[in-house]
Every structure is written in C-alpha cells, then in structure tokens.
C-alpha cells in the first residue's frame, strides 16, 4: 500500500476548474491525487492544509525545545514541538508528498517556509556524525539525512502568473521556489523530487488553458510512472 501525504498551501479555497477563484495548486494536487486513488484504490492518503491552517513560526522558545535531547524536554517544550511532531510523523509515513504550492515572490508562500522549517528535526529527520562534536558548523556533507529506511519521493505541483521559470526559461534564474524546497527535501533524506507548475494565471484565456491541459497531461504521466516504480519495488523479490 502506497502512503500519500497531500499538502496545499495555496490560502485560496477551493480548486480553479471548479470553483470561481478557486486555486490553481489545489486543482494539480486534487488531480494527481484522484488519479493515483484511480490506480491504486486502497492507497493511504494524509491530507494537510497548511493554506488554510499555516504552521506556527519558529521561536525562541521552539528552537530552545528542538534543539534540547528529546528525554531532557521539559512538558512546556514538548508541548512546544506538539505541532511540529504532528507535520514531522506525517511526512515520516508518506511514500510521496504532493505538495501544492504556490509561487510567491519568486519563492513559496511563508506557510510553505514555516512547514519546512517544522519538518527539518535534529536527531528526527536529519542528524550529523557525532565525531565532529555536538555543536559544529558543518560542511553539508557531514549532515546525515535520515529518512531513508525506503525511497521517498516529493511532488511539487506549482503554479506562477508570469512565465518562463522553468529550466531554461526567460526567468529561470529567478525561479527560487523548486531549487529551495528539493535542497531542503534531499536534506532529510527524501531523494526523488518532480515538479509540474501552470504558468500564465495572471494573463489567463488560451496561455493558461494550453499550460494547464499540459500540467495535467504530465501529472498523468508521473502518476503512471510512479505507480509502476513503486508497484516494482513492493514486488516479493528473488531469495
Ligand atoms: C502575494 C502574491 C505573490 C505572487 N508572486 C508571484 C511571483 O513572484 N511570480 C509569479 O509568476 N506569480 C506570482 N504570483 C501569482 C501566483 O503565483 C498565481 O496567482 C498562482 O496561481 C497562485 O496559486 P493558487 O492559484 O494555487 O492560489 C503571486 C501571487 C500573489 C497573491
């Protein structure tokens, strides 16, 4: 049984396609997730909306409590990281994260930010070897991913009103929301990383019809492509 994890942070309820004003990233995630829910009916899916529900900030007080040995925490600390363990668990199960997320800025949305930081745990999803001492500043090399007891895939399912971030494009360099999230991903240890986005909401009529139809015609195929992967590896193998 495949585990999903479906996460949207558009703040825009509803979906674009069936609901007036509704969001472009909240129709991609939707999809994917109705398709796979096509091939593989029994599928675990975990639905999160931090749009709606955004994750607390760190503070003080969380980073004083994250960064304390677990058996150490005092009850306010844990109390503290109660959210924080909630998202880390959820992503801990899933098999694939698809992951609605919109372009802000050039970057994602704060929401988006705030559950990274939430779901990026010392000594839970990412450790370093104790040899280089137990405050270092360390090369990244030294850090040690931790999820990573099966493979882990990360969906991101985009949507921008201009144009032209994809690699290559006229504004690819400026593109700071796929490159940011797969660094922070690949970090904890989750290695497979797909992105689809929609481009031209804010021109709308036939550029955003077209990029649409082709978002969803490539979720179509990476759920299928997907699928076959991971039916692969649940396969019994050979002795
Ligand atoms: C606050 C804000 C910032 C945005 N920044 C960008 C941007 O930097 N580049 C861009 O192409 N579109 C930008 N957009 C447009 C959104 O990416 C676009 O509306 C997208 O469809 C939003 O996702 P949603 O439909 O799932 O809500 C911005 C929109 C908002 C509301």
């Known amino acids: 049984m495949t585990r999903l994890l479906h996460l949207d942070a558009s703040p825009r309820p509803g979906r674009a396609g069936t609901h007036d004003h509704g969001s472009h990233t909240r129709r991609l995630t939707h999809h994917f997730v109705s398709r796979w829910r096509a091939l593989e009916p029994g599928a675990e899916i975990v639905y999160r909306d931090i749009g709606i529900e955004p994750p607390q900030l760190t503070s003080v007080e969380w980073i004083e409590a ?3 040995p677990t058996e150490n925490r005092s009850e306010s600390m844990q109390a503290v990281l109660a959210e924080s363990d909630t998202l880390t668990s959820e992503v801990e199960r899933a098999d694939i994260l698809v992951l609605g997320v ?6 994602p949305p704060a929401a988006f930010k705030a559950w990274i930081d939430n779901v990026i745990r010392l000594g839970r999803t990412v450790d370093y070897d104790s040899k280089y001492g137990h405050h270092p500043h360390l090369p990244l090399e030294y850090y040690l991913p931790m999820l990573v007891d099966r493979p882990r895939h990360a969906v991101l399912l985009s949507s921008r009103g201009d144009h032209g971030f994809d ?8 593109n700071h929301m796929e490159p940011s999230a797969r660094t922070a991903l690949q970090f904890i240890g989750i290695a497979g990383f797909h992105s689809i986005a ?6 709308g009529g036939e550029a955003l019809a ?9 979720i179509d195929r990476l759920v299928e492509h997907l699928h076959s992967e991971i039916a692969a590896q649940q396969l019994p193998q050979p002795a």
Do not use: V
């Not at 919109?102 to 970057?107: A, I, K, L, Q, V």
């Not at 690699?167 to 400026?174: I, K, T």
């Not at 929609?198 to 021109?203: M, R």
């Open 66 to 68: 994250a960064f304390t």
């Open 198 to 203: 929609i481009e031209h909401q804010e021109e």
């Open 167 to 174: 690699p290559g494009g006229r504004l690819a360099a400026l």
């Open 102 to 107: 919109p372009m802000y800025n050039f970057g």
């Open 210 to 218: 077209a990029s649409t139809q082709s978002a969803l015609a490539r």
